[in-house]
């Protein structure tokens, strides 16, 4: 009988999971066209589609293929990557709160690329090898000086909090060395924008996605069981610190090609995960319905940034805002449970 | 037990209370450094200036490119020393009233408080007088600080250093946002405030260091009021309270104080983080824990290291300037670590 009741359960978790990530995945390809067809100019679906399938599109064929397709493919990947990178660390560090926008990496990531532009004038992949470099050190500072007896969870976000705020001050001074006409392309680098995309960051960063998001997926079994904490997931075979350095690296690698990329985009590692976990249940892997979830706030920011209010707004501004009060509900809600704080 | 934290220098807590004439004879050496780095903020800046122009900018009325540097300084290491010592009193009442040792005005969110007033206030309310700034950075920094404070002790356990750091990261990260989404169609406004986002000493004149004053006085006035009572505090609420101390008229004035200092420091000099933090426990170390001795202290030694600060900044960078608010990041940042580390931070 008590069998019967588990498998039931099972069973409905399982098709609530598969509903959510089926809902997730229309809702993606929704935001992706609506996207492609709206602007200055509207394009109807049909010219889209052939414009996506290779075709030649009076107009269409510059406006959708050149401009708006790099864009939305650029948001989509940075969707997921931030969005992985995030859930990683959630689910590791065992707390919402510890993602990457909060404890210091994507300031590393960013800091780093500012000096890049700023300083060493260089552009295109030297700017991406630079802030992965860049936020890989940070995160690897991070963890050597939040080790002490082993590495506690408080410890390193707190450790975390504290380099974010030192590399956010490197930023600020860069920036108001920065030429007046330099401003509103540095600005992204406070805010995160999908301005001015081309096809050369988009083959950089879905590279990146690629080869990181594999690593990450083919773990996503070690890292769950790394939630039960380091005894009871080295007991049941997983080779804790082993997999949580090769995790790492592929998270903040994650992370580091989308900051260089599109800057940091506010929120969206941070609200990823939290929101698949809501809208999938308690069963299986966050990180594809996170990966999902984070493309689409990007998409759906991006759009309501570029046309539902009087002036342009970056979508960093907008996940920015968004986020905010998800983020003061989700403190609330943790410290009154008084769960993982 | 609502406090969950534990300093790992308790244990001689008790025997670091120093005598009183060992504590004045640190303070005169103290003051006797200040008055050095004043001088030498006078003296040393981005231009090289020779001993003859400095003493004639004093001395006659002569007004060449030397002279006027000269002159320029001393309202600059005046408003460095004001603004050091408040953020040092601040810093070291706001510790002693959440019995914090991360307690910051940065990490409380005062200042992300105080720009994002000073921000909606420019962009939507047409403020534009210096006092106004000043009234207005001060309500949202008591605003912002009051909100983590507020979300930071919720639930189990009280406000942790834990929980306080992370609803202050929290709600600067949505400030932020807010800021950019209200500067961003505002080119004039966001091209002023990214001088103003650093925080620095250098825009000081005569009127700046006038408007901003007499807030100073009232809020550390208010602070030395609370000093006795901060340490009854110190023992714990029911403890305090036994002693006779009205425990929420003390927390709420302390407050009040501590906020008008921040709040009136970063409206006139902008964001400038870890000094808060960094001062009381340099004090702590060497004058002990009694408020009365410690809030002075924090404001000599407050004043000394935005003094320093500053010009290292100016020398190290010729003929650019770092502005101080990114020195002390760069000097504070690894000092938060090392508290983090001290503390015997639970395991989750």
């Given at each position: ?8 359960g ?21 935001t992706f066209v609506?996207?492609l ?14 414009v ?19 864009r939305?493919v650029l948001?989509?990947?940075?969707g997921v990557?931030f969005?992985?990178g995030?859930?990683t ?16 990496i994507?300031?590393?990531?960013s ?6 532009i700023t300083?060493?004038?260089v ?11 860049a936020?890989?050190?940070?995160a ?5 000086l939040?080790f ?5 969870g ?8 504290g ?9 600020s001074?860069l ?5 007046t006409?330099d401003?509103p ?8 924008s ?11 960063l879905s590279?990146a996605v690629?080869?990181?998001g ?8 070690r890292?769950?069981l790394?939630q ?12 804790v610190?082993r997999?949580r350095?090769?995790?790492i690296?592929?998270?903040?690698g994650?992370?580091a ?7 940091p985009?506010?929120f969206?590692?941070?609200l ?5 976990a ?11 319905p996170a990966a999902?979830v984070?493309?689409?706030?990007v998409l759906v920011?991006?759009l ?14 907008v ?11 989700l403190?609330?809600r943790?410290?009154?449970a008084?769960?993982?704080l | 037990?609502t406090v969950?934290?534990?300093r ?7 025997d ?11 303070l ?13 903020s ?6 090289v200036v ?5 003493v004639?900018?004093?001395t006659?009325d002569?007004?060449g490119?030397?002279?006027?540097a000269?002159r320029?300084?001393i309202?600059r290491?005046?408003l460095a ?12 009442v706001?510790?002693g ?8 005005p940065?990490i409380?969110?005062?200042t992300p ?6 921000v909606?206030?420019i ?12 009234w ?5 920094a008591?605003?912002?600080s ?12 009280g406000?942790?250093?834990?929980k306080l750091a992370?609803s202050?990261a929290?709600?600067?990260a ?5 800021i950019?989404?209200?500067l961003?169609?505002?080119v004039d ?11 620095g ?5 005569y009127?700046?260091l ?11 006035l ?9 340490n009854?505090?110190?023992?714990g609420?029911?403890l305090?309270?036994?002693l ?10 302390a407050?009040?104080g501590?906020?008008?200092?921040c709040g009136?420091a ?8 870890f000094v ?9 170390l060497l004058?002990?824990?009694d408020h ?9 030694v407050?004043?000394l290291?935005l003094?320093v600060?500053d ?10 300037e ?7 990041a760069?000097i ?7 508290v983090?580390r ?6 989750l």
């Amino acid at each position: 009988m008590s069998v019967d009741v588990l498998a039931a359960g099972r069973t409905r978790r399982a098709v609530r999971r598969r509903g959510a990530l089926a809902t997730l995945v229309v809702l993606v390809v929704a935001t992706f066209v609506v996207t492609l067809m709206v602007g200055q100019t509207f394009y109807p679906p049909g010219d889209v589609l052939r414009v996506i399938a290779g075709q030649t599109v009076p107009g269409a064929s510059f406006t959708v293929g050149e401009l708006r397709l790099p864009r939305a493919v650029l948001g989509v990947l940075a969707g997921v990557a931030f969005a992985l990178g995030g859930v990683t660390f959630q689910t590791m560090l065992r707390n919402p709160l510890a993602s990457p926008d909060i404890i210091g990496i994507t300031h590393g990531a960013s800091a780093a690329a500012v000096f890049a532009i700023t300083v060493l004038a260089v552009s295109g992949a030297v700017i991406s090898l630079v802030a992965v470099v860049a936020a890989l050190a940070t995160a690897m500072l991070i963890y050597v000086l939040s080790f002490k007896d082993g590495v506690v969870g408080t410890r390193l976000i707190l450790i975390g909090i504290g380099i974010a705020a030192m590399l956010q001050s490197v930023v600020s001074y860069l920036l108001v060395r920065a030429a007046t006409w330099d401003l509103p392309a540095a600005m992204r680098w406070i805010t995160g924008s999908l301005n001015g995309a081309t096809w050369s960051e988009v083959v950089t960063l879905s590279v990146a996605v690629a080869a990181f998001g594999a690593l990450l997926l083919s773990h996503s079994r070690r890292l769950d069981l790394l939630q039960l904490g380091d005894d009871a997931a080295s007991a049941l075979g997983v080779r804790v610190e082993r997999t949580r350095v090769t995790v790492i690296i592929a998270a903040v690698g994650l992370i580091a090609f989308a900051t260089a990329a599109t800057g940091p985009i506010a929120f969206v590692a941070f609200l990823s995960g939290p929101i698949a976990a809501r809208l999938v249940g308690p069963t299986g892997s966050l990180l594809v319905p996170a990966a999902l979830v984070g493309a689409l706030l990007v998409l759906v920011a991006d759009l309501a940034g570029q046309f539902a209010f009087g002036s342009r707004y970056p979508v960093g501004v907008v996940t920015g805002v968004l986020g905010a009060p998800y983020l003061v509900y989700l403190l609330i809600r943790t410290n009154r449970a008084g769960g993982s704080l | 037990m609502t406090v969950t934290l534990v300093r790992t220098a308790a244990p001689d807590d008790a025997d670091r209370r120093r005598p009183v004439p060992a504590i004045l004879a640190l303070l005169l050496a103290g003051a006797a450094v200040l008055v050095l780095a004043a001088a030498l903020s006078v003296a040393f800046g981005t231009r090289v200036v020779g001993w003859n122009d400095l003493v004639s900018a004093f001395t006659t009325d002569a007004d060449g490119i030397a002279e006027a540097a000269v002159r320029q300084r001393i309202p600059r290491t005046l408003l460095a020393m004001l603004v050091g010592a408040s953020l040092g009193v601040a810093g070291a009442v706001l510790q002693g009233l959440t019995r914090n040792p991360l307690a910051d005005p940065m990490i409380l969110g005062v200042t992300p408080g105080a720009s994002l007033a000073v921000v909606s206030g420019i962009a939507f309310f047409g403020l534009s007088t210096a006092t106004g700034y000043i009234w207005v950075a001060i309500t949202g920094a008591a605003l912002a600080s009051a909100f983590v404070y507020g979300i930071g002790s919720l639930g189990r356990g009280g406000p942790t250093p834990l929980k306080l750091a992370l609803s202050g990261a929290a709600t600067t990260a949505a400030f932020t946002s807010l800021i950019s989404a209200i500067l961003l169609p505002r080119v004039d406004v966001l091209n002023s405030f990214r001088f103003w986002q650093v925080g620095g000493v250098g825009g000081a004149t005569y009127t700046k260091l006038g408007q901003v004053l007499p807030f100073l006085i009232v809020g550390a006035l208010i602070c030395i009021a609370c000093s006795r009572g901060l340490n009854s505090l110190a023992l714990g609420d029911e403890l305090a309270t036994g002693l006779g101390e009205r425990v929420m008229v003390i927390r709420v004035a302390a407050f009040v104080g501590a906020v008008t200092l921040c709040g009136a420091a970063t409206a006139v000099a902008g964001p400038i983080a870890f000094v808060g933090l960094v001062v009381p426990h340099v004090c702590r170390l060497l004058i002990g824990v009694d408020h009365r001795w410690l809030l002075p202290s924090a404001a000599m030694v407050g004043a000394l290291l935005l003094t320093v600060a500053d010009v290292v900044g100016r020398v190290v960078a010729r003929p650019s300037e770092i502005e101080v608010g990114i020195v002390t990041a760069i000097i504070g940042a690894p000092f938060f670590i090392y508290v983090v580390r001290k503390q015997k931070v639970r395991a989750l």
